[in-house]
T-cell receptor, first 114, second 114 residues
């Protein structure tokens, strides 16, 4: 079946602009995660959604970052007033129900802030 | 919070040789240890995982060993092939509380030379 999809695959923006990144999880997966992968670094947890529960936003690096998940499916990560240090690959993952389930990753969005 | 150290950061081997990557973690409550493989420009994919009730798990040429006392686990790849070349990430997840959150190591770039 279809895996996790993300769009756009690449995004180049100017410093100070806002960007929106989209994630479509695997159908039927109730848990959704956002990670950030900076050059030469591991994956940094950003935010977690599970069903209708309040999201865990503990990994968001600043209040310029926000995310929402509408209808329990598609999620959007928004970065306001982008900075050069926001340049990274943003990865989305989903799992069947969170907790002990395997996380399946999307292909990522490469964000470049000029 | 959890801290995961991964070594080495780069590893170069000759085709047919074995490769070993090691990770150490800090939180003794961690009980799930997956390994992800990320080929250049591709998404991370789960290749093997181990839970804390076993010490070793093997899948063809890949094995993972876990030492909970010492808080470290290792990925072993035998009879390496050029297609094994990729970045490998270890991760840990703990039981209870935020037991959905994976904490990743910084990755190991494995190069298998033909």
């Amino acid at each position: 079946g279809a895996g996790v999809s993300q769009s756009p695959s690449n995004k180049v923006t100017e410093k100070g602009k806002d960007v929106e990144l989209r994630c479509d999880p695997i159908s039927g997966h109730t848990a959704l995660y956002w990670y950030r992968q900076s050059l030469g670094q591991g994956l940094e947890f950003l935010i977690y959604f599970q069903g209708n529960s309040a999201p865990d936003k503990s990994g968001l690096p600043s209040d310029r970052f926000s995310a929402e998940r509408t209808g329990g499916s598609v999620s959007t990560l928004t970065i306001q007033r982008t900075q050069q240090e926001d340049s990274a690959v943003y990865l989305c993952a989903s799992s069947l129900s969170g907790g002990r389930d395997t996380q399946y990753f999307g292909p990522g969005t490469r964000l470049t802030v000029l | 919070g959890e801290n995961v150290e991964q070594h080495p950061s780069t590893l170069s081997v000759q085709e047919g040789d074995s490769a070993v990557i090691k990770c150490t973690y800090s939180d003794s409550a961690s009980n799930y240890f997956p390994w992800y493989k990320q080929e250049l420009g591709k998404r991370p994919q789960l290749i093997i995982d181990i839970r804390s009730n076993v010490g070793e798990k093997k899948d063809q040429r890949i094995a993972v060993t876990l030492n909970k006392t010492a808080k470290h686990f290792s990925l072993h790849i035998t009879e390496t092939q050029p297609e094994d070349s990729a970045v490998y990430f270890c991760a840990v997840r703990k039981s209870g509380g935020s037991n959905y959150k994976l904490t990743f190591g910084k990755g190991t770039l494995l190069t298998v030379n033909p």
